[in-house]
């Protein structure tokens, strides 16, 4: 058996700050990377071309950077079960590392593999928590139990101190050309791209792929934009956020580095309220762990709400309404612009995430996992635990003590888009109707037909108290049954 270890790229499209990479190299100096196209992945009806996009050219990049240490990323196209033990025991590798993941089909996936490994004689090192800054098992209640609520997650999650991050990959030794020939034999591919695998996106990324440029946005973000961060975080015409997301669901960049990067931010700052403003966005940092141990912990989150309420509530599921949504054509200016943007651009601001949810299955009265879905079909950051509990908590059918949660959308838009510059950067319709009419929504029926703009497709009133009247019914039903 060779001195070769196999490091299985994931979610973790990186060198540097790598914890797993780093327990492989500490075991060989004959290091090589491999990731894996998988088809039950690829082929699900709700890949979004702007991440397939992105996420190759993150691999390009991470290919770069293991031919500047000396080595290579392999990659492969198949079911990750049949061809990482197969690749493996054809270049007679001495072990196959990868770093944990929180995900149901991960776990399911991982867990084969590690049988297959071992009936190969083949070792293995998977227990590295790589993409979150403490294992789930680390942060319970006082009765050994996982959270189910934000708050008190926080402040337990807040208190224990955080690794640091751990080396860049500086050198390590490739495969020779005999074992190149083997690893071609055995179904390595060279990288496609994008368009190869059926996705097109011919949009602009709203950050560019790789190490490098997560990087930098980084760096951008903590010399300045987080010093205003929760003064402008809520306004989805400012750029005011970090813009991460995507580089943190590939794990472009690592978790350690990107608290270290606030940490510092925190020594140089010279108010309360800058200080205030990094602690908003470590909270956010806290927000996107919580929704990964849930899913972790709670795995049937994935396939529905956590609260009784909501596992049968009767949504209407009007078709023409979902698809009025889909397309940004609701006649609600400030939902129509996050639904154009999320097209457009396959991002939206946060605070238009939670508008549009809210919307789409308080006012629409339609399913949200069938919005949950589209927002995966378009997100370039679109991450299964980020995505669901995001959705669950603009529902209310998730872990949270609020029990109902509405946001009207005109009172939204007067409060975080008070001069329709959101608005009308992204529904052309609207940029020459006055300020008032565009963001409280009252645009006159004669100037509605002449611009071209739909009048509202329901009344917010009206479906806010059919709402809540269903609510009450389906909870009494619940508790009832229960």
Same mark, same amino acid.
């Given at each position: 058996?060779?001195?070769?270890?196999?490091?299985?790229?994931?979610?973790?499209?990186?060198?540097?700050?790598?914890?797993?990479?780093?327990?492989?190299?500490?075991?060989?100096?004959?290091?090589?990377?491999?990731?894996?196209?998988?088809?039950?992945?690829?082929?699900?009806?709700?890949?979004?071309?702007?991440?397939?996009?992105?996420?190759?050219?993150?691999?390009?990049?991470?290919?770069?950077?293991?031919?500047?240490?000396?080595?290579?990323?392999?990659?492969?196209?198949?079911?990750?079960?049949?061809?990482?033990?197969?690749?493996?025991?054809?270049?007679?590798?001495?072990?196959?590392?990868?770093?944990?993941?929180?995900?149901?089909?991960?776990?399911?996936?991982?867990?084969?593999?590690?049988?297959?490994?071992?009936?190969?004689?083949? #070792?293995? &090192?998977? @227990?590295?928590? %790589?993409?979150?800054?403490?294992?789930?098992? /680390?942060? !319970?209640?006082?009765?050994?139990?996982?959270?189910?609520?934000?708050?008190?997650?926080?402040?337990?999650?807040?208190?224990?101190?955080?690794?640091?991050?751990?080396?860049?990959?500086?050198?390590?030794?490739?495969?020779?050309?005999?074992?190149?020939?083997?690893?071609?034999?055995?179904?390595?591919?060279?990288?496609?791209?994008?368009?190869?695998?059926?996705?097109?996106?011919?949009?602009?990324?709203?950050?560019?792929?790789?190490?490098?440029?997560?990087? #930098?946005? &980084?760096? @951008?973000?903590? %010399?300045?934009?987080?010093?205003?961060?929760? /003064?402008? !975080?809520?306004?989805?015409?400012?750029?005011?956020?970090?813009?991460?997301?995507?580089?943190?669901?590939?794990?472009?960049?690592?978790?350690?580095?990107?608290?270290?990067?606030?940490?510092?931010?925190?020594?140089?700052?010279?108010?309360?309220?800058?200080?205030?403003?990094?602690?908003?966005?470590?909270?956010?940092?806290?927000?996107?762990?919580?929704?990964?141990?849930?899913?972790?912990?709670?795995?049937?989150?994935?396939?529905?709400?956590?609260?009784?309420?909501?596992?049968?509530?009767?949504?209407?599921?009007?078709?023409?309404?979902?698809?009025?949504?889909?397309?940004?054509?609701?006649?609600?200016?400030?939902?129509?612009?996050?639904?154009?943007?999320?097209?457009?651009?396959?991002?939206?601001?946060?605070?238009?995430?939670?508008?549009?949810?809210?919307?789409?299955?308080?006012?629409?009265?339609?399913?949200?996992?069938?919005?949950?879905?589209?927002?995966?079909?378009?997100?370039?950051?679109?991450?299964?635990?980020?995505?669901?509990?995001?959705?669950?908590?603009?529902?209310?059918?998730?872990?949270?003590?609020?029990?109902?949660?509405?946001?009207?959308?005109?009172?939204?838009?007067?409060?975080?888009?008070?001069?329709?510059?959101?608005?009308?950067?992204?529904?052309?319709?609207?940029?020459?109707?006055?300020?008032?009419?565009?963001?409280?929504?009252?645009?006159?029926?004669?100037?509605?037909?002449?611009?071209?703009?739909?009048?509202?497709?329901?009344?917010?009133?009206?479906?806010?108290?059919?709402?809540?009247?269903?609510?009450?019914?389906?909870?009494?039903?619940?508790?009832?049954?229960?």
């Amino acid at each position: 058996m060779s001195d070769l270890i196999l490091f299985w790229h994931r979610r973790d499209l990186r060198i540097s700050d790598n914890t797993g990479l780093v327990a492989a190299r500490g075991r060989s100096a004959k290091v090589v990377g491999v990731f894996c196209l998988d088809p039950q992945i690829l082929s699900r009806d709700d890949v979004a071309p702007a991440r397939v996009t992105y996420m190759m050219g993150c691999l390009q990049a991470l290919q770069q950077r293991y031919a500047q240490v000396g080595s290579q990323l392999l990659i492969l196209h198949g079911n990750p079960v049949e061809v990482i033990p197969a690749l493996a025991k054809a270049l007679n590798a001495k072990a196959v590392f990868w770093n944990w993941d929180v995900e149901p089909y991960s776990q399911t996936r991982d867990r084969t593999i590690i049988d297959i490994l071992k009936s190969n004689s083949i #070792e293995f &090192l998977h @227990e590295n928590w %790589d993409q979150i800054l403490h294992a789930p098992d /680390e942060i !319970r209640t006082g009765a050994k139990s996982p959270y189910t609520v934000y708050s008190p997650f926080w402040k337990n999650w807040s208190s224990k101190p955080k690794a640091k991050s751990v080396e860049t990959l500086q050198n390590a030794a490739g495969l020779t050309e005999t074992e190149q020939e083997i690893a071609k034999q055995a179904g390595v591919i060279p990288l496609p791209t994008a368009r190869d695998l059926g996705f097109i996106w011919d949009g602009e990324l709203s950050i560019s792929p790789g190490e490098a440029a997560a990087q #930098e946005r &980084l760096e @951008e973000f903590t %010399d300045s934009t987080i010093t205003e961060y929760q /003064e402008q !975080r809520n306004f989805p015409g400012v750029d005011g956020t970090s813009r991460l997301s995507a580089a943190l669901k590939f794990g472009v960049i690592g978790i350690r580095q990107v608290w270290e990067a606030t940490l510092e931010a925190q020594e140089f700052s010279r108010s309360e309220e800058t200080a205030a403003s990094i602690r908003t966005w470590q909270q956010e940092l806290a927000w996107r762990e919580f929704y990964q141990h849930a899913m972790y912990n709670f795995p049937e989150l994935a396939e529905g709400a956590y609260r009784d309420t909501f596992k049968n509530f009767p949504w209407q599921n009007n078709p023409e309404h979902f698809q009025a949504w889909c397309e940004g054509r609701t006649g609600y200016p400030i939902v129509d612009a996050a639904m154009r943007q999320l097209n457009e651009m396959g991002w939206m601001h946060n605070r238009c995430r939670m508008i549009v949810a809210s919307f789409l299955t308080k006012d629409l009265i339609i399913n949200p996992q069938l919005g949950e879905k589209y927002f995966m079909q378009k997100l370039i950051d679109g991450d299964l635990s980020a995505n669901n509990g995001g959705w669950q908590w603009s529902t209310s059918s998730g872990m949270d003590p609020k029990p109902l949660r509405i946001f009207n959308p005109a009172s939204q838009a007067q409060k975080f888009d008070g001069e329709g510059e959101y608005i009308r950067q992204w529904v052309s319709e609207l940029r020459s109707v006055d300020t008032e009419y565009l963001v409280t929504g009252k645009i006159p029926p004669l100037e509605l037909q002449s611009i071209g703009y739909p009048a509202p497709i329901v009344d917010h009133k009206v479906q806010q108290g059919l709402f809540k009247k269903m609510y009450q019914q389906q909870k009494a039903l619940s508790s009832s049954e229960s």
